[in-house]
């Protein structure tokens, strides 16, 4: 019988305990001022190491693709939404690429023909909370655990299980790590973004994009509405002619669009019996 494979420190448990031992080499040599040196700086490494979306400080994070060659995926946060979304499906499918959707669950308890069209068009759905609540990070990991399982059982109705998660704006903690673990998810995060603020910044946003993109990149853009005082139409015109310039942007610099789970080498979905929509 083989032994159960031992779970690798993070590089977060490695910093901290790094910082333990210098800080006792520096008590022996100094004294005790120097030796709060090493300690604070992890303490401060660990009250910035949440922001960094692309740093696998807590446990380990995707954001980049592995595939060798001019590639990028397209990623969609925080729909679907009833206004923008079948929008976006028209463009990408008159472009012919595939996305990767992450969907709260109470979106998509509510716009179930939507995820189902998502699905029918082949693009893939990850998990990313149930409410996004903003300050979930803040809170204890069983409020944690319940948002991502009860997303998880609202997907699973539509007879998948996501695979992967992206919690909202990229934000981890030491919870995490553990939680995603336990529900078998994996984090994926994204490597190039507009900083949209969820589409309130749409100006400029294709100009940003393809200033930054890189190959392997994992693009992160919005199919939600915000709440603005920006009509609908005014928005939406905005917001999709600069959809259309990210692609048509790629397309110039000969980048492909390919789905996510070819660009990081492992599925993000799997099927699931819609009639066991439970964890």
Partial sequence: MKNPAKRSLTTGERTGIGAFILA?????LWGTVWSIF????????????????????FLPVICRGARKGICVSLSFDDGPDKVTTPLVLDILRSYQVKATFFVTGENARSHPDLIARILAQGHTIGNHTYSHDPLIMLKSRRHLKDEIIKTQEVLGGHGIRPLVFRPPAGITNPKLGPVLAEVGLKAVNFSCR????GNRRISGLASKILGR??????????????????????????????????LKGLESQNISVMPLAELIGQPVMEEADPNEASL
């Fill in 38 to 57: 090493p300690l604070a700086g992890f303490v401060l490494l660990c009250l910035v190491a949440p922001f960094a979306t692309g740093y696998s400080f």
């Fill in 24 to 28: 006792g080499f520096f008590f022996v």
């Fill in 194 to 197: 507009a900083m949209d603020r």
């Fill in 213 to 246: 993109v890189r190959p392997g990149d994992i693009i992160l853009l919005h199919d939600s509405k915000p709440l603005t005082e920006m009509p609908d139409n005014q928005f939406l015109s905005g917001f999709l002619t600069e959809l259309e310039r990210v």
